[in-house]
């Protein structure tokens, strides 16, 4: 295999961070139960493939999960969810590394759109809705990504929870 390393940036860190606030924000307030894993590395040695997402999460398969100290990929089943920012080098080889390991849902963020990735056949799609938040405007999330840095972090957090009140 590959080792990559990569050099993190504030801004990288900042979207990362971000990004992961809005999912936790809107499972708060749609009341739905998540189980975040963060940079958790995962890996199919049968496949020869492992990874570290920027972020992710358990959502409709937390409950396999919760409380395990190791995730065996060949047991368990992969997050739900993964967060994947490009702001400095592209994750597009990356893509195939996630397909190996069976996340159905990718959120990628490059500094200007958001966009949502599905697994389907073992290879992603470009789809226009999240499989977890459906109802949820990508466009809007991506209005409130580019007042990251400008905005006070908190405020920006707290005018994302006021929206998605709204939304519901």
């Known amino acids: 295999g590959i080792l990559e390393i990569m050099a993190l940036s504030p801004e990288h860190e900042l979207y990362k961070k971000l990004v992961g606030r809005f999912v936790e924000t809107l499972a708060e307030e749609l009341r739905i139960s998540i189980y975040p894993l963060g940079s958790t590395t995962f890996s199919r040695p049968d496949k020869n493939s492992g990874l570290e997402p920027d972020e992710c999460f358990y959502i409709q ?3 396999a999960v919760k409380g395990k100290k190791i995730i065996d990929l060949t047991q368990n089943p992969p997050p739900d969810l993964a967060i994947e ?3 400095i080098s592209s994750s597009s080889n ?7 390991i069976g996340i159905p849902e990718i959120w990628h963020y490059d500094g200007i759109s958001l966009t949502i990735y599905q697994l389907h056949k073992q290879e992603y799609i470009l789809c226009n809705q ?3 938040f459906p109802t949820l405007l990508m ?13 006070d972090y908190l405020e920006l957090i707290n005018s994302f929870r006021r929206w998605v009140k709204d939304q519901v």
Do not use: P
């Open 130 to 132: 999240s499989l977890t």
């Open 61 to 63: 398969n937390q409950a």
């Open 94 to 100: 990356r893509m195939e590394v996630f397909a190996d």
């Open 139 to 151: 466009d809007k999330v991506e209005h409130f990504l580019l007042q990251a840095g400008v905005v």
């Open 85 to 87: 920012i490009d702001i």
